[in-house]
């Protein structure tokens, strides 16, 4: 009888997949224009990809198709790599999350230079000014992690008390990059390939740099009256703390697994060790460049977002699901908005709303 019992359960369960599978691949097909740029998607349950594909151009003027080969611009994805890179710095011994920025950054103004830690840096809580507001409004070539510096070094002044409150803040990871490139004696980009890339076996995926090729490349794009034009750089663009990686659906899921079986640190020890409460969104998190919810189980989510790409990652590691939406189409989250309602209706408790973590990092 149990066996019976069982073989219904496998039957119920492998037809639910499949149609959730075919909904998802049908609101793919619909949101998705020929001859105009598109998105991939990632939807693993218990571990096991039940959808996985590209719609669209990577590159309209070539024609080339996306795949689960192309590599997107991840924008503010990109942070949990570069927390990654100080949290495997902090185990090599060569720093604290307690450390105070001005044993990194001596050029920098005292006061705040001894008031912000690494853990604010991290967590969103360090009260820096953004420096896309005190950036030269005219400027035209593109910024660096050193120009953010540069602009930051000399203010006397923050938001609020460092670790009182959380404002995302693309300035402190800028700044990241630069610890881990004077703390480890390598660039940004050789760091993350070398500690990162490299042992999960991410052979596709780059910290973006100005003129250096990036193989199977998305171009991004945006909407204007009705139809996509090319807008895959901007200004702040060429910063690598904040948003430079570039990384394919293949690539992410090996990035994923390598968390989930704490190839390079424990995340949910790491989790627990930095989250900064949001109290704008109770119950909601920042920690290890993640937002989460639930720390004893956490669900795991973030976007990001630029001129040209816009992308959503969601995941619940203890149920191994995963939902990777990377499209080089700008202000996309209406279609991310009706996949996540897609896997609501499985995970209703955990997806509920999780959408409203996106407005943080406005």
């Given amino acids: 009888m149990l066996k019976f019992l069982m073989m219904g359960f496998l039957l119920a369960s492998t037809v639910a997949k499949a149609q959730l599978r075919e909904r998802l691949d049908s609101l793919m097909q619909a949101t998705t224009q020929s001859g105009q740029p598109g998105a991939a998607l990632l939807v693993e349950i218990n571990g096991k990809a039940i959808y996985q594909s590209g719609k669209g151009l990577a590159n309209v003027a070539t024609k080339t198709s996306i795949t689960s080969e192309t590599n997107f611009r991840m924008a503010s994805v990109s942070k949990q790599f570069t927390a990654m890179g100080i949290l495997l710095l902090e185990k090599d011994g060569k720093l604290s999350l307690d450390d105070p920025i001005i044993r990194f950054f001596p050029e920098f103004n005292g006061q705040v230079g001894r008031k912000v830690q690494i853990r604010n840096l991290l967590t969103h809580s360090s009260g820096l000014l953004d420096y896309e507001s005190v950036m030269n409004p005219n400027q035209r070539e593109q910024l660096l992690d050193t120009d953010v510096l540069t602009l930051l070094k ?209």
């Avoid at 945006?222 to 200004?235: C, P």
């Avoid at 790491?270 to 989250?275: C, F, K, N, P, V």
């Avoid at 290890?288 to 790409?309: D, E, I, K, M, Y």
């Avoid at 709303?353 to 996106?358: A, K, M, Q, V, Y």
């Fill in 154 to 362: 000399d203010r006397d002044s923050l938001y609020f008390e460092p670790g009182s409150t959380f404002r995302y803040s693309n300035s402190g990871y800028c700044l990241l990059a630069l610890i881990i490139e004077r703390v480890s004696g390598q660039p940004f980009s050789a760091f993350i390939r070398e500690r990162i890339f490299k042992p999960l076996h991410m052979t596709q995926s780059v910290v973006y740099e100005a003129r250096k090729l990036i193989v199977n490349r998305a171009m991004g794009y945006r909407k204007q009256g009705g139809a996509y034009v090319f807008s895959d750089q901007s200004v702040t663009s060429a910063t690598k703390g904040d948003g430079g990686i570039y990384t394919s659906l293949t690539d992410y899921k090996k990035w994923i697994d390598g968390l989930h079986n704490h190839t390079l640190i424990d995340l949910k020890a790491a989790l627990a060790r930095t989250g900064q409460a949001i109290r704008a969104n109770p119950g909601s998190y920042y920690g290890a460049g993640w937002f989460f919810r639930q720390p004893s189980n956490p669900v795991l989510f973030h976007s990001g977002s630029t001129c040209g790409f816009n992308n959503f990652v969601v995941a619940i590691p203890e149920k191994k699901v995963l939902m990777a939406y990377f499209s080089n189409k700008a202000d996309n989250k209406t279609n991310a908005a009706a996949l996540l309602k897609i896997l609501d209706s499985t995970y209703p408790n955990e997806l509920a709303d999780i959408l409203t973590l996106d407005e943080l990092t406005q």
